[in-house]
């Protein structure tokens, strides 16, 4: 049974960098033709599709952050990994790592994913 988990830091500056990586356990990333995505929920709203890597290490970002974010993976460690350059408040959310079949860009339920990481709250304040 696969399982993801994500970890970083809890309170970021604004304009600095978030950085947050997810590990994956039971299954490799590399193989079976999945999508692995990032998402977040701010205070109050929905979820929203951040971006994603494939099974083959392609990479997808939502063009509202595309500017800021940067999907990568560690092969070797089983994780992937989000960079999200200049925060702001706006960025306060619980973050988190999922896997799918199919690339999911708008979130009309959390069913649309086979996996889901428990979520890790970011805030962005000084």
């Known amino acids: 049974q696969v399982q993801l988990q994500e970890s970083g830091p809890g309170l970021v500056k604004p304009s600095q960098t978030l950085s947050l990586t997810c590990t994956v356990s039971?299954?490799?990333?590399?193989?079976?033709?999945?999508?692995y995505s990032w998402i977040r929920q701010p205070p109050g709203k929905g979820l929203e599709w951040m971006g994603a890597i494939t099974s083959s290490g392609s990479t997808y970002s939502a063009p509202s952050l595309k500017t800021r974010t940067s999907i990568s993976r560690d092969t070797s460690k089983n994780q992937f990994t989000l960079q999200l350059t200049s925060v702001t408040p706006e960025d306060t959310a619980v973050y988190y790592c999922?896997?799918?079949?199919?690339?999911?860009?708008?979130?009309?339920?959390?069913?649309?994913?086979?996996?889901w990481g428990q979520g890790t709250q970011v805030t962005v304040s000084s």
């Open positions: 039971g299954d490799s990333i590399t193989t079976n033709s999945y999508f």
């Open positions: 999922a896997r799918s079949r199919v690339l999911i860009v708008k979130i009309t339920t959390r069913t649309d994913f086979d996996s």
